[in-house]
């Protein structure tokens, strides 16, 4: 028997959804009555497919209806081939995106569905000055248009690569705490970008900058993003998710994932060049997997603030528990941005250094050892003095060594060998011994094998006692012999107690233990006189 009931709302009418799904019942109910053959099952199944589809499509309907894209008159400026400026009422701009159709596998009806349920969603975002307008979906001609705010300059690449030399330090924070602000809006409303780079930070006529191509899923994106997923998105790919691509492992994208791209793009933004711009284009996957691998860190102009670089490192640290958080960020770049408004006579704009000036207020290059001292970074030679003193400043001799590391090698050692002992230091201490030790034992043989004593003799110890790396005492031996023949007394003493007491794999030999054990007395080593007089080595 076939059966009907009417679904009503509340003031008694039928309404399109109810009528949607008596179709849908009475499918089932004509399948119940002439029997559930295997054809019918499917049938029923379709059906109900379709009913849903019906809702769906009424539900989105009601709530972003589809704008007409005919009212949009058409401009010549079209930054690509998917992207167009129009104008509404001959004044008000807007930038229509066409939906790309090779990337789904759904049709791009049922696309364009999805994308009207989430627009609605973004549209709330617009409380947000550092987040781009969404204003709808549009058709015109059997295509389908994402309608946004439209941004002049276009994007964050193509804006400081115009504009490189209008581009001061006020300019770069003012770019950095809206990027970061725009982050921390989207993770207040648990929204994650997906995609933080240059590329997707667009700016309008008024040189004010916003975040743009994310969505609420990962169809929105693809299906509305300016460029598709690339080999530039490696550039800015946290470890954990490049190691991901390399062992086909899933690996949840999460808040820390981004806060390594947000600390890219930190950089990008200090450099004005995208990260590892230095790598052959053909080459950048395997390339920027092996450097992140060995824990590289991107090198800082020598003009960069010491609390930038800060910022970048912490974000961009390789273990993802260790990297600090969007709120962080922005407190810390707000900090930096009153504390260089109050600093009017140190200049930060771009430095020619072949100039002699600084260009944006003539103010002579010396005014930077100025900017140093504001910013509390030693020279070289100064931090080791603030190390070895004392009551010196170990805080500020390991700012100080970090800050010339990427293009001192006597600084890059003496990083190591703060991850090595520097218990002291506040940024050290979040991290374990182990993964200290490893970091240190890592810089130590890059700084030794480019004929720093010192690394030699630490390099050795790491090696003879498995600190860092795995033992193995005939590479210790090798690297602590290097450093004797350059006259480390230390790396002298621990060859001639290794060959005279013998064992860890090293064959007893009292004769050669005794000449270095002589040599490194002779040459005033405390623990190498006490032995020598205590077996009757005479030096």
């Not at 009907?4 to 109910?29: H, R, S």
């Not at 929204?191 to 994310?214: D, R, T």
């Amino acid at each position: 028997m076939l059966l009907l009931v009417p679904v009503v709302n509340d003031g008694g009418e039928f309404t399109k959804t109810a009528n949607i799904y008596c179709f849908g019942m009475l499918v089932t109910e004509v399948i119940e009555v002439i029997g559930s053959t295997p054809p019918f099952v499917v049938m029923r199944t379709f059906a109900f497919a379709i009913a849903k589809k019906m809702i769906n499509l009424i539900d989105v309907e009601e709530k972003e209806p589809l704008l007409n894209g005919c009212q949009y008159i058409r401009t010549r400026k079209c930054p690509s081939k998917r992207i167009e400026k129009r104008l509404l009422n001959n004044y008000k701009e807007f930038c229509f995106k066409e939906f790309s159709n090779n990337i789904t596998s759904s049709p791009i009806e049922e696309c364009q569905i999805e994308i009207r349920r989430q627009v609605y969603y973004l549209k709330e975002l617009k409380k947000s000055d550092h987040i781009i307008k969404f204003f709808g979906v549009a058709k015109d001609n059997y295509k389908f248009y994402l309608v946004t705010e439209w941004m002049e300059n276009g994007n964050l690449y193509e804006y400081y690569t115009k504009f490189r030399y209008n581009i001061n330090w006020e300019t770069k924070i003012k770019i950095a705490l809206d990027v970061c602000c725009g982050i921390a809006y989207l993770h207040k409303h648990k929204i994650l970008h997906h995609n933080v780079q240059s590329a997707n930070v667009l700016v309008n006529g008024n040189n004010k900058v916003k975040l743009a191509n994310f969505g609420l899923s990962r169809k929105f994106s693809d299906i509305t993003r300016n460029i598709s997923h690339n080999l530039e998105n490696v550039r800015y790919m946290a470890p954990e998710k490049l190691e991901n691509c390399e062992k086909k492992k899933k690996v949840q994208y999460d808040t820390k994932c981004e806060i390594y791209s947000v600390g890219a793009l930190l950089w990008e933004i200090a450099e004005l060049k995208k990260p590892h711009s230095d790598i052959d284009r053909s080459e950048i996957l395997v390339n920027i997997r092996t450097r992140i691998r060995n824990r590289y860190r991107l090198p800082f102009s020598y003009e960069v603030p010491m609390e930038w670089i800060y910022i970048v490192s912490r974000a961009m640290e390789y273990e993802p528990e260790y990297r600090i958080s969007i709120s962080d960020i922005c407190r810390d770049l707000y900090k930096l941005s009153r504390k260089l408004s109050n600093a009017k006579s140190i200049s930060l704009s771009y430095v020619d250094p072949n100039s002699g000036f600084l260009p944006y207020n003539n103010v002579r290059v010396s005014t930077l050892n100025d900017y140093y001292r504001y910013n509390r970074i030693l020279s070289v030679d100064d931090a080791i003095h603030e190390h070895k003193s004392k009551n010196g400043n170990k805080q500020l001799a390991w700012q100080s060594f970090k800050y010339h590391s990427t293009n001192n090698d006597l600084a890059k050692y003496m990083v190591g060998y703060y991850y090595y002992h520097g218990e002291e230091i506040p940024e050290l201490q979040q991290l374990s011994k182990k993964e200290k030790f490893k970091i240190a034992a890592s810089i130590f043989e890059e700084t030794a094998d480019k004929g720093n004593p010192s690394a030699q003799l630490r390099y050795g110890i790491c090696l003879w006692k498995g600190e860092g790396v795995d033992a193995n005492s005939d590479k210790a031996l090798k690297y602590l012999k290097m450093a004797a023949n350059s006259g480390n007394s230390a790396a002298m003493f621990i060859i001639g107690k290794a060959y005279w007491n013998g064992g860890n794999g090293i064959e007893q030999d009292k004769n050669q233990g005794a000449e270095y054990l002589k040599i490194a007395a002779l040459n005033n080593h405390p623990s190498a006189k006490d032995v020598c007089y205590s077996n009757n080595i005479i030096f």
